[in-house]
């Protein structure tokens, strides 16, 4: 099992930054993947980003080009750097991984992007 604790949420102006933290609670070499999701008030989750074995990293279409995905092996965390916010970005901020064909899903941060 591992616990997911996402931090680094808040409220920023457009075309600011933010860095999203997501802790596991073990060592984060074991998990094959792990990746940002979102949902905004309204709409379906949908990928934001994902690193698969530490290297494959995808992006969905609206963040591609702003929005960076890394990880920490020794603080076992990984990063979503997130640059030139839009109010479209505003959503709750999800981090997950998928462990021994279980999918794990930390409890979220708020994400608010003002114009």
């Known amino acids: 099992q591992v616990q997911l604790v996402e931090s680094g949420g808040g409220l920023v102006q457009a075309g600011g930054s933010l860095r999203l933290s997501c802790a596991a609670s073990?060592?984060?070499?074991?998990?094959?993947?792990m990746g940002w999701y979102r949902q905004a008030p309204g709409k379906q989750r949908e990928l934001v980003a994902s690193m698969a074995y530490g290297t494959t990293t995808n992006y969905g279409d609206s963040v591609k080009g702003r929005f960076t995905i890394s990880r920490d092996m020794a603080k076992n965390t990984v990063y979503l750097q997130m640059n030139s916010l839009k109010p479209e970005d505003t959503a709750v901020y999800f981090c997950?991984?998928?462990?021994?064909?279980?999918?794990?899903w930390g409890q979220g941060t708020q994400v608010t992007v003002s114009s």
């Open positions: 997950s991984c998928r462990l021994e064909d279980k999918i794990y």
């Open positions: 073990r060592s984060i070499f074991s998990i094959n993947v």
